[in-house]
């Protein structure tokens, strides 16, 4: 019924930029909150950001200043703008979506999606 993907990823050198963006589709009625995670291998998946229907934003201390998360209403959309990489920053990145789907004409569901991850790698 939806999808959510990610691109976006790549290598990058110390200091550099990439912007990751995440879309999701399908029998979508309204999307609530939006956020980004990342994975570090041998780690557990942790919160970066995250943007209400609203525009309200929230970091986690280690990107803030460096990352800037945004979103598309229109577009069902949700970017990440990262600059300064760090090293530190490589991991996989995850959006994540609260999604209110149409299942019938007379059943939706608001559900915890996940995108498939999109790499990125800070590397000298």
């Known amino acids: 019924q939806v999808q959510v993907v990610e691109s976006g990823g790549g290598s990058v050198q110390p200091g550099g930029s990439l912007r990751l963006s995440c879309a999701a589709s399908?029998?979508?009625?309204?999307?609530?909150?939006m956020g980004w995670y990342r994975q570090a291998p041998g780690k557990q998946r942790d919160l970066v950001a995250t943007?209400?229907?609203?525009?309200?934003?929230t970091y986690a201390d280690s990107v803030k200043g460096r990352f800037t998360i945004s979103r598309d209403n229109a577009k069902n959309t949700v970017y990440l703008q990262m600059n300064s990489l760090k090293p530190e920053d490589t991991a996989v990145y995850y959006c994540?979506?609260?999604?209110?789907?149409?299942?019938?004409?007379?059943?939706?569901?608001?559900?915890?999606?996940w995108g498939q991850g999109t790499q990125v790698t800070v590397s000298s």
């Open positions: 994540n979506a609260d999604i209110n789907a149409r299942y019938s004409s007379s059943y939706y569901r608001i559900d915890n999606y």
């Open positions: 399908g029998s979508i009625v309204s999307i609530y909150a």
């Open positions: 943007i209400t229907s609203g525009g309200t934003s």
